[in-house]
């Protein structure tokens, strides 16, 4: 059995009287690219935030590499990526300086950082690490932000709402370097409004709705949930968190 490589236990965050992640209880294992979906205010960025260390949690606790955030956190922020739902980057740095300092971060090998730098730049179409940050676009940041955390390979990428900005040549680039670095063992986290790219990609899918993980499992078991051996990803999001007949709402505009 593969191992596992994030871990929460009874996980909760509150935010004065609004309880945001209610007792979450996560297993995602070593390759696996695991979906988490939700409406928004659902609870998904919060408890990324709190699987990256950059949250504490009210209580429960997160283990990732079988090690605990609170406990291990420099270690643990060795080994991952973040790629956050909005790139947030030293706007005074060059494109080229931003990641050479990321590489020094990491004591990568100057000459596989740039290495890794080139390809990436290459596949995703980045001629531009000379501007400076503040000038770039936000899907020019992105571009520049996933270029840093893929060019370390980490073990663990966490990555939310990625392909937001990005163009759709680069969107189907990074599916695929994605799929491509889970082969390889790393395991990645990923969360995601696209319902389609969650559906193609996925091992497994959680659905957490006002801070409730309300059901997990491959697309088939999904589908066995909703006795619809055709649903689609949508169909089955749709049926387990619209709190309204959506037909209905359009039929009365």
Not at 124 to 145: N, P, R, T, W
Not at 151 to 161: G, H, N, W
């Amino acid at each position: 059995m593969a191992n596992v490589v994030i871990e929460t236990k009874d996980l909760v965050k509150n935010f004065g009287k609004v309880c945001a992640v209610k007792g979450l209880n996560l297993r995602v294992f070593e390759g696996e690219i695991y979906g988490f979906l939700g409406p928004n205010g659902a609870g998904k960025t919060t408890t990324i935030r709190m699987l990256t260390g950059t949250l504490k949690p009210t209580s429960g606790f997160v283990k990732i590499l079988g090690m605990d955030m609170w406990g291990k956190e420099i270690e643990i922020k060795r080994s991952i990526g973040v790629v956050p739902d909005e790139p947030r980057m030293y706007s005074n740095l060059k494109g080229y300086e931003f990641l050479k300092f990321v590489a020094e971060i990491f004591d990568m090998d100057e000459k596989i950082a740039q290495q890794r730098v080139e390809e990436l730049c290459s596949v995703f179409g980045v001629d531009y690490l000379d501007k400076f940050i503040a000038d770039m676009s936000h899907g020019m940041k992105q571009k520049i932000l996933l270029i840093s955390v893929l060019m370390r390979k980490p073990k663990v990428i966490f990555l939310d709402e990625p392909t937001v900005g990005l163009d759709a040549k680069s969107a189907k680039i990074l599916k695929l370097l994605l799929q491509k670095y889970a082969s390889e063992g790393c395991t990645i986290f990923m969360t995601t409004h696209v319902l389609e790219i969650a559906e193609k990609m996925c091992s497994r899918i959680g659905i957490i709705d006002k801070g409730i993980l309300i059901v997990e499992g491959t697309m088939e078991q999904l589908r066995n949930l909703v006795k619809d051996r055709m649903a689609s990803l949508e169909d089955i999001f749709l049926q387990l968190t619209a709190t309204e007949d959506i037909s209905q709402i359009i039929k009365e505009l």
